[in-house]
């Protein structure tokens, strides 16, 4: 469950900060590795047959991207429907995110 805080800065703008829990973080690395392992080429293993560590060593930065592009998408589309009165009007922008080991 993610935590959503609302902050005013403006009459009509509103800045949303938006906290994952580790285990949903885990929990979406693991299904990127997942789905990594399958097509991942490392060399020395077949497709498919690549150990973990490898998988980060060569692939790590490629997961990173991809969790964090389905974390804030995900999570910023809960914590908006989860906060009462916000009426969203266009796009959210996104313009920090912290993602650390």
Known sequence: MISATVAEIA????????????TEVQAEFEAVYGELKRKAHVPG???????RDLLERY???TAREQVIKR?????????ISSQKGLDVVGHPEVTEVQFEP
């Not at 009459?11 to 580790?22: G, N, S, T």
């Not at 974390?71 to 914590?79: D, M, N, P, Q």
């Open 71 to 79: 974390l804030v998408g995900r999570s910023l589309e809960e914590a």
């Open 45 to 51: 293993f077949r497709v498919g047959f690549a150990p």
């Open 59 to 61: 692939h790590g930065s």
């Open 11 to 22: 009459p009509c703008q509103k800045q949303l900060k938006v906290e994952v829990p580790l």
